[in-house]
């Protein structure tokens, strides 16, 4: 057994007699009490499972570059399992340890299109099965009133009665999308949208292991129909790296208002989110320039220096029928420095729908459609020109640029109260910003078991 597998079972072990300690001390709920009928769960087991099956046939491309997507008829394989274990240590207390295990390549190892194909597809793809722990954090919420709001059971989150005016501090290893830019309607690639442009606002560039995880902390005040959140997170040691910088002097602050609203009678929120990332990156321009003064291609890990990048998103959804609901969101980040964790996206504009097979008599199915156009900045532009290589893109030149254009549709088919097979297609019109390749349609199934 290696070492790390020697931690994952200490701390697995010391989250059980947690477990343990706080079943055999837990206080009466509410419920228990007669005054509320919701009962607070002490402990809950989950598990997923997701395979995702992808092809595009072969496609126009005169020339490629190293991060560039394949352009002969290709196909990929991910497979994904999680198991969520949590407790209730005290009242307002949740404890969660998510192990999680990982096969496959995406198509094209995940490299090739800014706005990739599967989200649900590690940076880091491997031949044979492996599982890490994705997350290991501590949750409190302080209820301040305001009537009642209880919390349902799901996946990371115990059922529990709560009011509407609360506190919430969030501490450990997360996700920082388990808490910012959440969206009903697109944010979860095991079972609506595979997109990573719909999972959260492209240009969202979040702090995060290749895997999508950090360690930090955040806090979120509810007061009426007002959400205030801010969070500060741990940054890689070098961008998109799997190794996160062990003492937080690279790290990301996030801040997001949300508002929520009726239309109608019918549930909807807008949201505005902000993020700036402090850490060494590199300047486009300045690569470009040492690229050319030393006659090789531009490459970011010269000329990276200590420094700041800022960005916003603006995002909403709305439910306008019986489980008929639509969103959108728009988004900003700074683009005279390299993306650092998520993927290479400056500017970006989705606009979608999602509708429930109730409409047509089907309780368990889903059919989901967006738009997304994501643009890299002038100096991006330039830098992949020169030879530079992105976080996902990079065909070793850019003679002619333009905005990343992505069509995606699906319809999830219920199998059953926990099973659910997925049909996808994604159009890609200029990948990787490239209009001398593409387009490319990317077909896919997807088996998605939660239970």
């Known amino acids: 057994m290696s070492k790390r597998d020697q931690k994952a079972v200490a701390l697995a072990l010391a989250f059980a ?29 989950h598990a997923q499972a997701t395979d995702i099956l992808q092809y595009y046939p072969a496609f126009h491309s005169p020339f490629q570059g190293p991060n560039s997507l394949r352009p002969e008829a290709t196909w990929g394989n991910t497979v994904d399992a999680t198991i969520y274990a949590g407790v209730r240590p005290w009242s307002g207390g949740e404890a969660w340890l998510n192990w999680e295990g990982y096969q496959g390549y995406a198509p094209s190892n995940t490299l090739g299109v800014a706005g990739y194909v599967n989200g649900d597809g590690a940076k880091v793809g491997h031949a044979h099965p492996y599982g890490r722990i994705a997350r290991l954090f501590f949750r409190q919420t302080i209820d301040l009133g305001g009537g009642p709001d209880d919390q349902a ?45 719909l999972i959260a606002a ?35 040691t070098v961008p998109n790296s799997p190794i996160l910088t062990p003492d937080f002097r690279q790290f990301q602050l996030v801040g997001e208002a949300e508002r929520r609203m009726s239309l109608g009678g019918r549930p909807g929120a807008i949201r505005l989110t902000g993020f700036l990332s402090r850490g060494r990156m590199a300047r486009y321009d300045a690569a470009v320039a040492l690229g050319r003064r030393t006659g090789g291609p ?79 900045s002038r100096a991006g532009q330039r830098y992949l020109d020169a030879g530079g290589l992105g976080i996902l893109v990079g065909d070793g030149r850019l003679p002619h640029p333009g905005s990343e254009e992505i069509l995606e549709a699906y319809y999830s088919l219920g199998l059953g109260k926990d099973l659910h097979l997925s049909l996808d297609d994604q159009f890609v019109a200029h990948p990787a910003y490239n209009r001398d390749r593409g387009p490319v349609n990317v077909m896919g199934l997807r088996l998605h078991l939660q239970h």
């Open 153 to 197: 059971a799901d996946l990371n989150q115990l059922a529990a009665p709560r009011t509407k005016d609360r506190l919430v501090l969030t501490a450990g290893k997360l996700n920082v999308t388990d808490v910012f830019d959440a969206n009903t309607y697109a944010h979860d690639p095991r079972s609506d949208f595979l997109d990573w442009s």
């Open 298 to 376: 531009a490459d970011a890990s010269l000329v990276r220096r200590y420094a700041s990048r800022p960005g916003a998103s603006l995002g909403f959804e709305q439910e306008v029928a019986d489980g008929l609901g639509v969103f959108g969101r728009l988004g900003w980040a700074d683009g005279q420095h390299e993306a650092y964790e998520y993927t290479d996206i400056d500017r970006t504009a989705e606009l979608g729908i999602q509708v429930e097979g109730k409409r047509w008599g089907r309780k368990g199915d889903e059919i989901g459609a967006a738009a997304v156009v994501n643009q890299l």
């Open 17 to 45: 007699l947690l477990g343990g300690a706080a079943l055999a001390q837990q206080q009466p709920s509410a419920d228990e009490a007669g005054a509320r009928p919701v009962t607070a769960e002490r402990w809950a087991l």
């Open 202 to 236: 492209g240009s969202f560039d979040y702090a995060a292991d290749a895997w999508g995880y950090t360690y930090g902390a955040s806090a979120e005040w509810y007061a009426g129909d007002w959400t205030w959140r801010a969070g500060a997170f741990d940054l890689s």
